[in-house]
């Protein structure tokens, strides 16, 4: 093993200064030693951070890696095993079992037929935007309660629950809560969600998890699996509503071409997703010895895969660092890649579609309330990065 391969002593807490959709710079410089580094996980376990695209993809679709939960190597007690239904933290079979009956509930196809009803929440959310203005934090105005309502019709929660399930969701993904009011609010939701889905066996509605009741799934695992559904179905498209908001309106050029050209809006959206990468990062396991990156990773070693700056690869993206909205963004890796690709990955295109556009049209003098260097920024430790709040503003 070469000497002068590069190190990334712990994990990087702070972005660079003035630059809020950057990577932190030492993920970057990590990058430009190589696609691969040393890495020593906070509990003191040795591993790998993986920052270059074509390897981050790699491991991705590699099953000698794994995603489950007790097999990751970062700590000196013992993990226990993922909740039943969380498939994220799974590996096959057990994830495609929990997977298979969703599949179909998330087609391309399914998620477009659902673009009216997208269109209908972003337009009431706008009016009240608009009578309240003419200024407004655009999380709690906008970004929040889209996807919010959106996720929340599909799975079938009740409208007079949502306001508390939202707020239990922001409590354990905030990245700034204590340990013990982030197991209260998990507790809480898993109670929640337990009663919701007896409540589904009973009386089954329209909705995606009715439907999941008449499968094999047990009542535990409908819970799991409705806690990864509403949890990431709501987050990460909020954060990247209100960061993505941030992003454009600190890029006046490419925001007047968008403003310009309508028509921009899908390769502005796939821009942005990977532009800012609001998953971060996520971990796998070797489960053999596995060459990679000319390295041996030893089975049994926890790897970091960082996406945003697997996203940022100079190797993949010209210029990476520029957000240019007519690129071809492809192959970018903010839904992920492999058998774990995102679920929701076109369900989210439809939100941001939508919204973004709907929000530039009505307010086409919408600007931040503050300066820049003001907005407040989730901590580096939060699983989905964002903004915690955009004050914005506009001719009335």
């Not at 996980?41 to 993986?50: C, E, L, N, Q, T």
């Not at 009741?213 to 990460?236: C, K, Q, W, Y």
């Not at 839904?335 to 709907?358: I, K, N, P």
Request: some cysteine.
């Amino acid at each position: 093993m070469s000497e002068s391969l590069h190190t990334v002593p712990a994990l990087p807490t702070e972005r660079p200064a003035g630059c809020p959709f950057d990577p932190p710079s030492e993920l970057t410089e990590a990058r430009r030693h190589g696609p691969i580094s040393r890495f020593t996980h906070p509990g003191g376990k040795p591993g790998w951070m993986i920052t270059g695209h074509e390897l981050v993809r790699s491991v991705l679709a590699d099953p000698r890696f794994s995603s489950r939960k007790d097999l990751l190597n970062v700590v000196d007690f013992e993990i226990p095993p993922a909740p039943p239904g969380e498939f994220l933290l799974t590996d096959d079979p057990e994830h495609s079992r929990y997977r298979k009956p969703l599949v179909g509930k998330f087609t391309a196809r399914r998620m477009r037929l659902l673009t009216e009803r997208v269109e209908q929440i972003t337009s009431d959310c706008l009016d009240a935007m608009e009578r309240g203005g003419p200024s407004a934090d655009l999380v709690t105005a906008f970004a929040k309660p889209i996807p919010t309502m959106v996720i929340c019709e599909l799975l079938g929660v009740p409208y007079e629950d949502r306001a508390s399930f939202q707020e239990q969701i922001d409590t354990f993904m905030n990245g700034e809560t204590s340990d013990e009011e982030l197991i209260a609010a998990y507790t809480a939701t898993q109670e929640y969600l337990a009663e919701l889905v007896v409540a589904k066996r009973a009386a089954p509605t329209d909705d995606v998890l009715s439907e999941l009741t008449d499968s094999d799934l047990s009542d535990e695992e409908l819970r799991g699996i409705s806690l990864i559904l509403l949890a990431a179905g709501f987050d990460t498209t909020a954060n990247m509503l209100s960061l993505g908001t941030f992003a454009l309106l600190q890029n006046p050029a490419q925001l007047a071409e968008l403003r310009a050209d309508p028509s921009l809006v899908d390769s502005a959206v796939e821009e942005l997703l990977r532009y800012l990468s609001v998953a971060k990062s996520f971990m796998r396991t070797a489960l053999e010895d596995v060459e990679l990156g000319g390295q041996t990773i030893e089975a049994g070693t926890t790897v970091v895969l960082s996406y945003h700056t697997a996203n940022r690869d100079p190797e993949r993206y010209t210029d990476p660092h520029l957000l240019d909205l007519g690129r071809d963004a492809g192959g970018h890796l903010a839904f992920g890649h492999g058998v774990h690709l995102c679920l929701g990955a076109q369900l989210a295109r439809v939100e941001m579609r939508v919204a973004f556009s709907a929000l530039l049209q009505r307010f086409p003098t919408l600007r931040l309330a503050v300066p820049a260097e003001e907005v407040a920024l989730r901590p580096e430790t939060a699983d989905i990065y964002g903004v915690k709040s955009l004050p914005v503003t506009w001719d009335a």
